[in-house]
Structure formats: structure tokens, C-alpha cells
């Protein structure tokens, strides 16, 4: 089964900027779909943006303008992030899939911590 690996999380000020890289065991043109989700605590995970093989990308409405999402043929997907505030502290979980929908199937990332300081 492939295996999904979240880096570049971290501590940063409010409007500061990070990327979050996920890297897969296998070629990302294995997927149609890979998407970040993030779960503050106490809070439900929620979905944060897509992208897929057929050119869709959607993100929430929260960080439209912000977050942008990408991906490569190198077994890579990505998560640009500016802009940032205190509300966008949270776990960030890489997903991907081989459909273009979510399914049981999805495999997921460990996750990697993004704090946010006021």
C-alpha cells in the first residue's frame, strides 16, 4: 500500500507563510485525486483544498485567496500557505486517492503540526 509523508509544518507569526509538502511511496500519477484536510483541537477534521487529474482544484471558503494547493509528477503534492492566522492552527493531514471522489480507499498522512502565534 502506498504511503503518504506531511513535512513542512511549523511555528509562525500571524501573515506569515508556509508550505507543506506530502510526499508519496508511489507516483502521484497513481492518483486522481489528493487533497489536505486539517483538525484543530477539539474540533472535527475539515477539509481544507483538492486537486485532480481532470484540472479541479477547490478549497474552502476560509482560505480561498491564501492556500494554494499543486502537485507533481514527482510524488509530490503541496500546500502553499500565506497569510496566515491563529484560526489555521492545526494538525494538516495529506489524502489521495484513486478516484476522484473521497472514498474508504483513500490513504492518508501522518500529519504535520501548523501553529500559528498572535
Known amino acids: 500500500q502506498a504511503l503518504l509523508v506531511e513535512s513542512g509544518g511549523g511555528l509562525v507569526h500571524t501573515g506569515g507563510s508556509l508550505r507543506l509538502s506530502c510526499a508519496a511511496s508511489?507516483?502521484?500519477?497513481?492518483?486522481?485525486?489528493m487533497a489536505w484536510y486539517r483538525q484543530a483541537p477539539g474540533k472535527q477534521r475539515e477539509f481544507v483544498a483538492v486537486i485532480r487529474d481532470d484540472g479541479l482544484i477547490d478549497y474552502t471558503e476560509s482560505v480561498k485567496g491564501r492556500f494554494t494547493i499543486s502537485w507533481d509528477n514527482n510524488n509530490l503534492a503541496y500546500l502553499q500557505m500565506n497569510s496566515l492566522q491563529p484560526e489555521d492552527t492545526a494538525v494538516y493531514y495529506c489524502?489521495?486517492?484513486?478516484?476522484?471522489?473521497?472514498?474508504?480507499?483513500?490513504?492518508w498522512g501522518q500529519g504535520t503540526q501548523v501553529t500559528v502565534s498572535s
Open positions: 489524502t489521495a486517492g484513486r478516484f476522484r471522489v473521497a472514498s474508504a480507499d483513500d490513504i
Open positions: 508511489r507516483s502521484s500519477a497513481y492518483f486522481h485525486r
